[in-house]
């Protein structure tokens, strides 16, 4: 087999490509995931922050 790393910020380009997913924020793995096991709006949100962004708005006490 082959492998092929493919680094986009376009959820619907990496789903149509892609097999397993891993995102990456700063260097540290933030989560990993094959496809058919995560939906689009989880790997959105994993993308978009995920936990992160949880505990921010729960810091700050609303939705952000």
């Given at each position: 087999?082959?492998?092929v790393v493919f680094i986009s910020h376009n959820v619907r380009h990496a789903l149509a490509v892609g097999?397993?997913?891993t995102v990456l924020n700063r260097g540290q793995t933030l989560g990993?995931?094959?496809r058919?096991?995560?939906t689009a709006s989880e790997l959105q949100?994993?993308?978009a922050?995920?936990?992160e962004?949880?505990?921010l708005?729960?810091?700050l006490g609303g939705t952000i």
């Open positions: 087999g082959v492998g097999d397993r997913f990993t995931a094959v058919g096991e995560i949100d994993l993308m922050g995920g936990q962004m949880a505990e708005e729960g810091s």
